[in-house]
């Protein structure tokens, strides 16, 4: 049987890290495969660490993420679906297309089309957006010391990037579950348990 693939979603600040920690032990008696994004193999770490340390056209970031993702969803999301694993991914798709597509203005159909494989190969059975406004994110990022090259966009790139989650989940949403990011850390974990509990008894 094949595996559950979830991906998890939000805007910088919005409670997504805290909440990533809580579900991998929610899962924890499954034989569970977790990965980030960029990230999950040696070489997508080293594209990761140019991503967040180099400053690059949208074009070339919107690339890179794009082969980052291949080559994680060749070498470890598919073959662990395969074996009946759940996969639960920090970040996939949708970040690019919120980020790239809306934040640096490149547009869904570039987004799409650059990561045609993707889209045709791999994709979550569910997606958790985190829902949460910038200006409430930058509230709370005020305590965060050091902030990485896209974490310290304007508040206008925030915005798009935000306005993007919102156009994913009316365009998929028999994929993608909002959850609201605001409240105390468990009453938004209440809130994702519902739907990986829903998705669990489907896939049972």
Do not use: W
């Not at 040696?42 to 594209?47: A, R, S």
């Amino acid at each position: 049987m094949r595996g559950i693939f979830i991906s998890v979603e939000g805007t910088d600040g919005s409670g997504k890290s805290t909440q990533l920690e809580l579900i991998k032990d929610y899962f924890k008696s499954d034989n569970l495969v977790f990965v980030r994004e960029p990230g999950g193999t040696k070489l997508c770490e080293k594209i990761r660490d140019i991503i967040i340390n180099n400053d690059m056209c949208p074009e070339s970031e919107a690339l890179l993420y794009a082969a980052s993702r291949a080559e994680l969803a060749n070498k470890v999301i598919m073959p662990a679906l395969k074996s009946g694993k759940t996969v639960i991914c920090d970040r996939y798709i949708d970040s690019s297309i919120a980020y790239q597509g809306y934040g640096r203005k490149m547009g869904i159909e570039k987004i799409i089309e650059i990561n045609s494989f993707v889209f045709n190969n791999c994709m979550p059975d569910m997606t958790l957006f985190f829902d949460i406004t910038p200006e409430e994110c930058i509230l709370r990022k005020k305590e965060q010391k050091e902030l990485d090259r896209i974490e310290s966009e304007s508040l206008d790139f925030h915005k798009r990037v935000y306005k993007g989650y919102l156009d994913i989940c009316y365009k998929y949403p028999s994929r993608v579950r909002s959850i609201n990011a605001v409240g105390t850390v468990n009453e938004v974990f209440e809130r994702v348990k519902s739907q990986i509990d829903l998705l669990r008894c489907k896939n049972a």
